[in-house]
Nanobody, 115 residues
């Protein structure tokens, strides 16, 4: 069973950048596909980006394509989400997710984009 802890959230102005990180422990990290989800107030949680176990394939939601980049370091047991050109509509709680036969979730971290 894997444990996940997110970091790097906060308040940023529109057009700015943030880098979210997720540290994994408790299991073999490279066995898990990794994903970032987000949930805005009053909305359902939705998939933002995903990366395969080796890091060879990534997926992005249309709303973040070209602005966000997901990456992983299997030696350091971390997955990151680089977020550029942030918009107010990116404001949400962001969740790190690991998947291998079942889903594992971090506690979530707030990202607020506002002037």
């Amino acid at each position: 069973q894997v444990q996940l802890v997110e970091s790097g959230g906060g308040l940023v102005q529109p057009g700015g950048s943030l880098r979210l990180s997720c540290a994994a422990s408790g299991s073999t990290f490279s066995n898990y596909a990794m994903r970032w989800y987000r949930q805005a107030p009053g909305k359902e949680r939705g998939l933002v980006a995903s990366i395969t176990t080796s890091g060879g394939t990534t997926y992005y939601a249309d709303s973040v394509k070209g602005r966000f980049t997901i990456s992983r370091d299997n030696a350091k047991n971390t997955v990151s989400l680089q977020m550029n050109s942030l918009k107010p509509e990116d404001t949400a709680v962001y969740y790190c997710n690991a998947f291998r036969f079942k889903n594992y979730w971090g506690q979530g971290i707030q990202v607020t984009v506002s002037s």
